[in-house]
């Protein structure tokens, strides 16, 4: 029993001893983990942002006028809706169908505003039921009054980037620009939304009605967000179908756009899968090359332990603690790396992207992190079976001979 | 009485018989000199009487124990057999005493073996066991593993060109230490070289050398 401490003394002198090897081996594995945790993760973790981008929407059809569906998609995601306007009585028509519980009649309208750096401040005029249904929420202030089943009351709520933007808190005046009169009119902030991680973010928020009198587009929607009474693909496929078939309009469902979204990204994440799970095994080659270097470049110094006559369960697990140290280090510097920096491998990712989703594109759970140690510690500990078994049938005389 | 007895044995590498029919016989406590010039299978036969390889024929005997068939060859050396070797295999990244202990303390609980002091208190380095072997000079290292080949209290020694690189004085300062441990700890030992003036003293009683893989008695 008290060789056991050897077996902590002598992997630890080691490493010690041999500083620069060793840092190289850690900083190696680091790196290697860190790519394997962050490109998994991104795997992980870009379905589940698309999801959360599409649930965020909080209804299950959008009808706008005829576009492509595409762009319809990305600009619904990011929060906006296709700029053309639908033909009236679209709403009145929604309302009579049986399998429709709610619509949300919408109004996108760009403004262009000299006063603003952008040049151009997006409205939106929205309907009662439509903050519920998005599961916003207020950072500060109230929303409009809905109790009479109309949205009421004055003022504008800013998305949280257009409040930042312009320094706003609630109460204080807002300027509405008319691009007719070129003049402003005042209102107030009543309200601050939360940041969403869309483009909401930016916009400012109207009750439709006071969007379409201020601007003169009395009857004008972009869009008409559809809840269905209740969750049966059947019934709305119908529905959608219907709608899809007249000349002006176009619908599109929830799992249209997902599938949309993920069909035009379906190319670049396999790419991107492909070269994550390459990297994987270029750090798994990494990793076994640096341990079985590193435990054949001290074959000899093995070799003596056993002329001494350590048993080789000895030998075995003292090579294989040193590679566990060395790996296990590597190992959490590297997840921790990936971790602490996932928001910026997020945004880094995301750069890239044609489309990328709001929250977390690099998604590090628990039982991925743990899976990738494992993976890392078993890797380590498989890498010291080939020379240990070599010393089975090294030639004795040429380890340790002196020349006689 | 016969403790260590070598029968007609043979080993060969290859096309290459290195060792022809090595017969010998020792008595517990005798020290051996075999001499030999480089390639003439000193090395092989020490790796043999160390239990580190098997002779292709023959038979090898540690006090009645088989050598040459031990099913636990290590175990056995552990408890039995301290080995010198020329280039020393010190285990550099650890100190002088890690390097006595981690023999020490693989061995079977029980045994009364000399602690790290008093190995190297006769060797001079009492003071430095706390250093790390690759801090040590060339000397100092082999004084190490010539503890370090005792530090099992093995009732065999086996030396392998024990005072190569050793200039004359070092040489027959590092013999007299050689003779110290092995007379304190009563161990027999064999020492293999290529030099004869390692016997200048008379030191060993029995002197042999290895000609075409037979060990030849002057």
Same mark, same amino acid.
């Given at each position: ?9 002598? *992997? ?92 949300? *009649? ?7 505003? *000299? ?251 628990? *039982? ?37 | ?218």
């Amino acid at each position: 029993m008290r060789s056991l401490r050897h077996l902590l003394i002598w *992997p630890l002198a080691n490493i010690r001893h041999h500083r620069v090897i060793s840092v190289v081996s850690v900083g190696v594995m680091a790196a290697a983990v860190f790519l394997i945790a962050t490109l998994l993760g991104f795997v992980n973790g870009y379905q589940s942002a698309v999801r959360e981008d599409v649930d965020r929407l909080g209804y299950d059809l959008l009808i706008t006028a005829k576009g492509c569906p595409y762009e319809a998609a990305t600009l619904m995601l990011r929060g906006g809706v296709g700029l053309k306007y639908m033909p009236s009585g679209v709403v009145q028509r929604l309302h009579s169908e049986d399998a429709v519980e709610a619509t949300f *009649p919408m109004l996108i309208h760009p403004v262009r505003n *000299p006063s603003t750096e952008q040049g151009m401040t997006l409205y939106k005029g929205v309907s009662p039921g439509w903050y519920e249904t998005m599961a916003l929420t207020l950072r500060e202030g109230e929303w409009f009054d809905e109790s009479t089943g109309e949205l009421q009351g004055d003022g504008v709520v800013l998305g949280f980037e257009a409040a930042e933007l312009e320094t706003r808190h609630v109460g204080d005046p807002y300027l509405l620009y008319q691009p007719q009169t070129r003049k402003f009119e005042e209102t107030r902030v009543r309200g601050i939304l939360e940041r969403t991680g869309t483009q909401m973010d930016g916009t400012v928020i109207l009750p439709v009605a006071a969007l379409q009198t201020r601007y003169d587009l009395r009857g004008r929607l972009t869009g008409v967000g559809v809840k269905m009474r209740r969750s049966d693909p059947a019934v709305t496929q119908e529905l959608r179908d219907r709608y899809d078939l007249e000349p002006e309009l176009q619908v599109i469902s929830l799992s249209r756009i997902e599938e949309a979204l993920h069909k035009a990204m379906d190319n670049m994440r396999d790419v991107v899968q492909l070269l994550a799970w390459i990297l994987a095994l270029m750090a798994a080659a990494i990793l076994i090359n640096t341990t079985l270097l590193r435990t054949l470049s001290e074959h000899r110094q093995l070799y003596v332990l056993h002329a001494i006559g350590l048993p080789h369960w000895f030998i075995h697990t003292a090579a294989a603690m040193e590679n566990l140290i060395l790996v296990g280090l590597g190992t959490a510097l590297g997840l921790g790396a990936a971790t602490v920096a996932g928001g910026i491998s997020s945004e880094f990712l995301a750069s890239y992207l044609p489309y990328a989703p709001a929250g977390d594109l690099v998604l590090l759970t628990g *039982p991925l992190l743990a899976g990738i140690a494992a993976a890392a510690l078993l890797i380590s500990l498989l890498a010291t079976i080939p020379p240990l078994v070599r010393l089975g049938w090294f030639s004795d005389h040429s380890a340790l001979a002196g020349g006689g | 009485m016969t403790w260590l007895e070598a029968q007609g044995v043979t080993r060969r590498f290859g096309s290459i018989e290195v060792l022809r029919g090595v017969d010998l016989e020792m008595e517990r406590g005798a020290h051996a000199l075999i001499l030999g010039p480089s390639g003439s299978g000193k090395s092989t036969l020490l790796h043999l009487f160390a239990g580190l390889m098997q002779p292709d024929s023959g038979t090898i005997h540690l006090d009645g124990e088989p050598l040459h068939a031990l099913p636990n060859a290590a175990a056995f050396r552990l408890a039995n057999i301290g080995i010198l070797f020329q280039e020393f295999h010190l285990l550099e990244a650890l100190t002088i005493r890690q390097n006595l202990s981690l023999v020490a303390d693989a061995c079977p609980p029980g045994e009364a073996l000399p602690t790290p002091e008093e190995l190297m208190e006769p060797l001079g380095l009492h003071e430095r066991l706390d250093d790390r072997v690759h801090t040590l000079s060339r000397g100092e290292r082999q004084r190490v593993a010539l503890g370090r080949a005792f530090a099992n209290r093995p009732r065999l020694v086996l030396a392998d060109e024990p005072t190569a690189s050793l200039d004359p004085d070092n040489r027959e300062k590092s013999m007299a230490l050689f003779f110290t441990l092995c007379e304190r700890l009563g161990s027999t030992a064999i020492v293999m070289t290529h030099d004869p003036q390692l016997n200048a003293k008379g030191q060993f009683k029995s002197v042999a050398r290895l000609e075409k893989g037979r060990l030849v008695t002057d």
